[in-house]
């Protein structure tokens, strides 16, 4: 069974621009969320989707959004980025609801010059 | 807010063993996930706990207390490869996962 696939795996960006990730989640998974990881401030939860609707949120202003697709997978959006959206970006799935575990994709490691 | 709290940083030598802490202070409850971060790499999920008491897996153990909002994660005879960051997780009530900041464990040789 292939795992969580991020693409891509790293991207270099200017201020000012936006950038779109993708997540595909395994097989049968239909629940995706993401997350920021940075040094400083570990694992943030960005956004849930399940069933292509958002169903959990972070605290992370507007210029993150998402979406997801008929068949899972999951797209994120940052707009305007900043300096401080230099991060490493992970998405996680998994089956079922409730408390089953997530499982990670290695990340989208995004830079801001 | 969520409030989870481990310790930055601990070191052991090979074959020994460590105890790492998480404390916990969350609007709601529904479980405690521990993860296995290598450097570069993705976290992988280690064990859940939902109920108090151990969940033993291998070389990993697991506790929980519900009633003083703490776990540890015990890794015993340790190998080098474990040298990575340990990551406790809460699920709160509406199954978002609030992460601790992480772990890094040293093992020396």
């Known amino acids: 069974k292939a795992g969580v696939t991020q693409t891509p795996r790293y991207l270099i960006k200017t201020r000012g621009q936006q950038v779109t990730l993708s997540c595909s989640p395994i097989?049968?998974?239909?629940?995706v969320s993401w997350y920021q990881q940075t040094p400083g401030q570990g694992l943030q939860f960005l956004f849930e989707?399940?069933?292509?609707?958002?169903?959990n949120k972070g605290n992370f202003p507007g210029r993150f959004s998402g979406r997801q697709f008929s068949n899972s997978r999951s797209e994120m959006n940052v707009s305007t980025l900043e300096l401080g959206d230099s991060a490493l970006y992970l998405c996680?799935?998994?089956?079922?609801?409730?408390?089953?575990?997530?499982?990670f994709g290695d990340g989208t490691r995004l830079s801001i010059l | 807010g969520q409030n989870i709290d481990q310790p930055t940083e601990m070191t052991a030598t090979e074959g020994a063993i460590v105890q790492i802490n998480c404390t916990y202070q969350?609007?709601?409850?529904?479980?405690l996930f521990w993860y296995q971060q290598h450097a570069g790499e993705a976290p992988t999920f280690l064990s859940y706990?939902?109920?108090?008491g151990l969940e033993e897996k291998g070389r990993f153990s697991s506790f929980l207390s519900r009633s003083k909002g703490y776990s540890y994660l015990l890794l015993k005879e340790l190998q080098m490869k474990d040298s990575a960051s340990y990551l406790c997780?809460?699920?709160?009530?509406?199954?978002?996962?609030?992460f601790g900041a992480g772990t890094t464990v040293t093992v020396r040789a």
């Open positions: 996680a799935s998994r089956g079922g609801d409730g408390n089953q575990p997530q499982h």
């Open positions: 097989s049968g998974h239909r629940s």
């Open positions: 989707y399940f069933s292509e609707t958002q169903r």
């Open positions: 969350t609007s709601g409850f529904n479980g």
């Open positions: 706990n939902v109920l108090d």
């Open positions: 997780a809460v699920i709160l009530n509406d199954y978002k996962l609030s």
